[in-house]
């Protein structure tokens, strides 16, 4: 294990677009609010995590924009539908010789000390990855110059990132890293861990939110 600051790349779609698997449990207007509370906790975290040296986002939202930017996060305008790995390779394009690592913006329970002992452990490797709570996903893929990032996100990701020659990381206790919500049943886990403010503030004013998620 090193010593390394690293850059975190967050990518977010348009809100309107945003956390999809959750439609059926959540009014549009609602999703929206919590996509962005999600993004708002996950940057909040890591601007507070030891091993961060700063965050930039990947997005064309324009809220989302605005709200991350007061957070303390850089935000870098995205490609116009060109889909993830896209916007995470034209972050990294525009962060060159930086120790980088591509992380979800969907964790709202992330915990800085949990972020900083991946971190911490990521930097033993060229590249290495940490796969998702489910474990078939990815929420963390980092990349140490002379290694690029080369994001595989997607469907089964975690198998893809394997493939492609990162290291699997296999950090205990770091639940919060891993949990990303993208379902009414990770959002009722994540709530269970501890979610940051934004989340629990917008959770709080949603009063058919515990009915649809007890559903
Ligand atoms: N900038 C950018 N971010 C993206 C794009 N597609 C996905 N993301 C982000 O990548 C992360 C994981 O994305 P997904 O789980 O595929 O999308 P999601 O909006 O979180 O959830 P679903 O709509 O339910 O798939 C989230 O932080 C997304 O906002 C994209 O085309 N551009
Ligand atoms: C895009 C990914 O995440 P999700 O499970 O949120 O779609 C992924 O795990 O590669």
New binding site residues.
């Given amino acids: 294990m090193r010593d390394c600051e690293w850059t975190l790349v967050v990518p977010l779609k348009p809100l309107r677009a945003a956390k999809s698997?959750l439609a059926a449990a959540v009014p549009d207007a609602d999703r929206r609010a919590l996509a962005l509370a999600f993004a708002e906790d996950t940057v909040t975290a890591a601007l507070a995590a030891a091993a961060v040296r700063d965050v930039v986002v990947v997005t064309n939202d324009p809220l989302a924009a605005r709200r991350l930017t007061a957070l303390g996060a850089r935000v870098v305008p995205d490609l116009p539908d060109a889909g993830?790995n896209a916007a995470l390779a034209h972050g990294a394009a525009a962060l060159p010789g930086r120790a980088l690592a591509a992380l979800?913006a969907?964790l709202p329970a992330l915990r800085p000390a949990e972020l900083s002992r991946v971190l911490t452990e990521a930097a033993g490797h060229g590249r290495a990855f940490l796969?998702?709570a489910?474990g078939?996903?990815?929420?963390l893929l980092a990349a140490r110059p002379p290694a690029a990032l080369a994001p595989?996100?997607?469907?089964?990701?975690?198998r893809?990132?394997l493939a492609s020659g990162a290291v699997e990381l296999s950090t205990t206790g770091v639940e919060s890293v891993r949990r990303?919500?993208?379902t009414a049943a990770d959002l009722r886990v994540a709530l269970a861990l501890g979610v940051g403010r934004a989340t629990a503030a917008r959770c709080g004013e949603l009063p058919g939110l515990a009915d649809a998620l007890s559903a």
Avoid: K, M, Q, W
């Fill in positions: 698997r993830l979800n969907d796969p998702d489910a078939i996903g990815t929420t595989a996100f997607g469907e089964a990701s975690r893809a990132h990303d919500v993208d």
